[in-house]
């Protein structure tokens, strides 16, 4: 869409940001890395066990696109956002798969104002 609507040309941004659920079934968080419009991956993720799942899933489909061309895990980013909140569960599971925590977004009742009145918090 983004390549239909000449974003990129008009635009010419330094930096584009896809935001894909971690729907592995669906295999959505592949597109960018199959059309190589992603350099780098950031796993944004909870330490829910299904999280963590998902997480290792598109990483490992990461690793694949990788060694295809320049596409890198980042890193993960920890949102704090769950009622299990044991950020160690998270560092565990990103050096285990070789990356590290460049972030952590804490539990905000902001966030879950903005839920219900659905809008976005940045």
Known sequence: MLN???AFETLKPD????????DVV????????QKHLADDVY???TCDPMAIYAANNISRGIKRYASR???????????GRSVINIPEIVEDFAKK???QIIGKIPM???IIK???HKKTVI
């Open 69 to 79: 061309g320049k596409i890198a895990l980042g890193g993960i980013i920890y949102n």
């Open 15 to 22: 930096v584009v940001i896809y935001n894909i659920l971690g």
């Open 108 to 110: 905000s009742n902001l």
């Open 43 to 45: 796993i944004v993720t």
């Open 114 to 116: 903005s839920e219900i």
């Open 26 to 33: 669906c295999g959505g968080f592949a597109m960018p890395l």
């Open 4 to 6: 239909r609507l000449g």
């Open 97 to 99: 798969i070789g990356t």
